[in-house]
């Protein structure tokens, strides 16, 4: 086939058109909105006093053995979550580390799960929908007759949460899936249905969110009411105020998620990364549609490539 | 060591030899003093010239402190009031009453100005110029004052004479208050150690007077006068039932299964993890056989605590004091950059290397189409 350079740089030129014009912003895929009977988690790390109440409730209510990071193997001392650990404490620590919520010289505790994400990059970027996000409840639970193992999940979450088994000859992905086993029947959340002071609490995302932008609101030193294992309608215990960083982890970033934290040091120090309010899913589709739109922009990349295929052996003709 | 003195002594006592240095042993190792302390201790006792004077107080209290120090059994109560300690002055035990027992006061506090030991038994109450209580026609505010100023050492025992204790519960109508408050704010540096305790651990009590007696100074103490060795940890560091608080096992209704089952009693408002005491080590009293009461199936109140004890509702849950975490818990780490820029970075090198390999196998191509023509 003939392709004369004039041609080409014709095709090449009408693709650019395109691809300009899909580029502009009404184009892009909508940002997804909250469930509105989405249920999550509130985890309020000043509340927290790192028992890993929760951690040992995980492991018995999701029945997942223990996960050694020493050589003895005597207990169960993962250092991350993993195929085995879809929840765990986690230290910050600087300096001496002698006072609770303090970045400085000090300690705070942080818990770590699935998010549960408004828009969850996993279920994008699974080929195979064999993430999926709840319809009515927003959890984002795995399906393993439909997962090919490709992994896409784990290197796509910010939050490197989904874990793959790679030890077993028919590995699956694992991760919290908000124990919707327990929720099938009534209950909570074994992370939350254990945690003794109430740092971990569930409920529904709107009443969550409520709760948190509560308590930013109340001053240190203050004695409050905190519902303790769920948002209404459980125990609740007395606390004195300490003072919270001025935000909802979760709320905005990375697009919303239906776990929601509240700290007394910054969030990154606590491994929670800083993620604009796009959704890294809400980009890369917005990318990826436009690149495939009308696959014009795919036909015009091929026919490059046939160019230059065609350029490099003209001489042996 | 004087082993004939031991002997002696040990006849007084009416106990072996043997036992009166196991006594002696078991109060050193109680205060955590190392080996050879319960010797010194025995020697201490054996030698001194004279019984340490001591003279007793009591004002708002139910006497428990008292009630719980007659229940010790090594030694007994009538030992270490007869033999180890002069006992001048004690409103319950006195065998004088009246003006009789006020002159045996006054008379030893002329008679050991400076020397002998006070203890205090209940709160003062300070309201209306302490008038709530009067003893002889004085306040004990008045009586505590003039005494304190003569004494070598203070005890305060249980948790009235602490802090306030129940009758400092709120509202307070008396103005019950512990009397280390009162003698800082009236500007008395008579030394003050607390045992508090509801009431406290007779034990607690008699290795501090042995120690004193034994040193002649007092045992290290807290930031609150509470002698560390007693007072050094919290009930929730040393509970038997805190492996089921770390795994989360815990009781939420009293009689349920978990709480059969032995669990932890936080939820059911357990305030050992608030609360600095040695009940978990050394129980409470001196009953023995487990029973103290998270040993019993109830959840701790604090009596200990000043501000938990009396003041936090009985089943509230405890907040939690925070120590400084081991370096067992994993670390955050830090997490992967997975800035936009980064991505498009790494798009644009995949793009650049697709064309580059394009490239080249065709070059490749066309090289060995070109020899396979020569």
């Not at chain 2, 203890?119 to 302490?130: L, M, Q, R, S």
């Not at chain 2, 290795?207 to 045992?219: A, H, N």
């Not at chain 2, 032995?262 to 023995?288: M, Q, R, V, W």
Request: aromatic share 8%; charged share 25%; proline share 6%.
């Amino acid at each position: 086939m003939e392709i004369k350079r004039r041609d080409f740089l014709k095709v090449a030129t009408a693709g650019g058109l395109m691809l300009a014009a899909n580029a502009h912003p009404s184009l892009a895929r909508e940002p997804k909105a909250r469930i509105k009977d989405a249920v999550g988690m509130l985890y309020d790390s000043t509340v927290c006093v790192g028992c890993k109440a929760c951690v040992s409730a995980c492991k018995q209510y999701n029945e997942t053995p223990s996960s050694f990071s020493s050589t003895d193997e005597i207990w169960d001392n993962p250092l991350d979550n993993d195929a085995k650990t879809y929840n765990i404490i986690k230290l910050y620590k600087s300096g001496t580390g002698a006072a609770k919520d303090r970045e400085q010289d000090g300690h705070a505790y942080v818990k770590r799960q699935c998010m549960h994400c408004v828009d969850p990059a996993c279920v994008s970027a699974c080929p195979v929908s064999a993430l999926k996000k709840g319809p009515k409840d927003g959890i984002v639970s795995y399906d393993k007759d439909a997962c090919i193992g490709c992994r896409y999940c784990q290197v796509a979450c910010p939050y490197n949460v989904p874990k793959f088994e790679f030890e077993k000859a028919f590995p699956m992905i694992r991760k919290c899936q908000l124990c919707s086993h327990r929720l099938e029947k009534g209950d909570i959340p074994a992370c939350c249905q254990f945690c003794p002071t109430g740092a971990c609490i569930f409920g529904k995302v709107e009443d969550l969110l409520a709760e948190a932008k509560k308590r930013l609101a109340y001053k240190p030193g203050e004695l409050r009411k905190y519902p303790v294992e769920r948002v209404s309608g459980g125990p609740v215990a007395e606390r004195i105020v300490t003072p919270y960083v001025q935000n909802v982890y979760g709320e905005k970033e990375g697009g919303g998620t239906q776990v929601l934290y509240l700290a007394g040091v910054p969030f990154e120090k606590l491994g929670l990364p800083a993620l604009e309010e796009t959704s890294d899913a809400q980009r890369s589709e917005t990318i990826q549609h436009t690149l495939y739109k009308g696959m014009i922009a795919p036909i015009v990349m091929l026919g490059g490539l046939i160019y230059i295929v065609h350029k490099n052996t003209k001489d042996h003709k | 060591m004087k082993i004939k003195d031991i002997a002696s002594v040990s006849k007084q006592l009416g106990v072996s030899r043997r036992e009166f240095l196991k006594y002696c042993s078991i109060v050193a190792a109680g205060m955590g003093l190392p080996l050879g302390a319960g010797e010194q201790i025995a020697e201490a006792v054996t030698s001194a010239a004279r019984r340490p004077p001591v003279i007793w107080l009591s004002a708002q209290e139910c006497t428990g402190c008292s009630e719980s120090l007659l229940r010790a059994t090594h030694p007994t109560f009538e030992h270490l009031i007869l033999d180890l300690i002069s006992l001048d002055y004690h409103e319950t035990l006195s065998t004088p009453s009246g003006h009789q027992a006020e002159a045996a006061r006054a008379a030893s506090i002329k008679a050991n100005k400076g020397e002998f030991i006070l203890v205090v038994d209940g709160a003062i109450p300070v309201k209306d110029n302490g008038i709530y209580c009067m003893i002889a026609g004085k306040t004990a505010l008045d009586i505590l004052k003039e005494t304190a100023k003569e004494c070598k050492a203070i005890i305060a025992m249980g948790s009235c004479s602490s802090w306030g204790g129940v009758p400092s519960a709120d509202p307070n109508p008396t103005g019950a208050t512990g009397v280390q408050k009162i003698l800082t704010d009236a500007g008395i540096k008579t030394p003050v150690v607390t045992i508090p305790g509801c009431p406290p651990n007779p034990y607690n009590f008699l290795s501090t007077v042995l120690y004193f007696v034994t040193f002649k100074k007092l045992p290290e103490l807290d930031d609150l006068a509470r002698p560390k060795f007693a007072y050094g940890r919290l009930i929730h560091e040393n509970c038997e039932r805190r492996p089921h608080f770390d795994a989360g096992r815990f009781a939420t209704e009293f009689g349920d299964e978990n709480h059969r089952k032995g669990y932890c009693l936080y939820k059911l408002g357990c305030k050992g993890p608030e609360t600095h005491a040695n009940c978990p080590s050394i129980l409470f009293g001196d009953t023995g056989a487990g029973t103290w009461p998270v040993g019993t199936g109830h959840p701790c109140f604090g009596c200990t605590e000043k501000g938990i004890g009396f003041h936090k509702p009985l089943f509230s849950r405890a907040s939690l004091h925070m120590v400084t975490p081991p370096d067992t818990y994993p670390h955050v780490v830090e997490h992967q950059g997975k800035s936009a820029l980064a991505g498009i970075a790494v798009a644009a090198a995949a793009a650049g290397a697709a064309y580059v390999a394009v490239d080249k196998v065709a070059k490749k191509l066309g090289d060995d189409d070109g020899k396979g023509k020569k």
